[in-house]
């Protein structure tokens, strides 16, 4: 399994990206997909959740301005966010869980900073 995010980077309060996660070495099309994020000190909190039929939920703090999306014919996982705040500012990570050899094991990328300053 491989996961490699990118789009990051310094944006003002107001502004958009858009990160990507390109996925390799398992199906893709039928796998849940979610992006992370962890801002210094903090704890990683969940952002946005795919499931394999397109299904999505978004935290609270960032619904109506973060959209995940995917492209199963690309193997690629979106996270579009607009209208960005400062406290948005944190390392972004894309995320899949497994189930092998009886255990869940979860799949991460290296991450991808986005900086919301003026």
């Known amino acids: 399994v491989q996961l490699v995010e990118s789009g990051g980077g310094l944006v003002q309060p107001g502004g958009s990206l858009r990160l990507s996660c390109a996925a390799s070495g398992f199906t893709f099309s039928s796998s849940t997909m979610k992006w992370y994020r962890q801002a210094p000190g903090k704890e990683r909190e969940l952002v946005a959740t795919i499931d394999s039929i397109g299904g999505t939920r978004h935290a609270d703090s960032v619904k109506g301005r973060f959209t995940i999306s995917r492209s199963n014919a690309k193997n690629t996982v979106y996270l579009q966010m607009n209208s960005l705040k400062p406290e948005d500012t944190a390392q972004y990570y894309c995320?899949?869980?497994?189930?092998?050899?009886?255990?869940?094991?979860?799949?991460w990328g290296q991450g991808t900073q986005v900086t919301v300053s003026s």
């Open positions: 995320n899949t869980r497994k189930y092998v050899s009886g255990s869940n094991i979860d799949y």
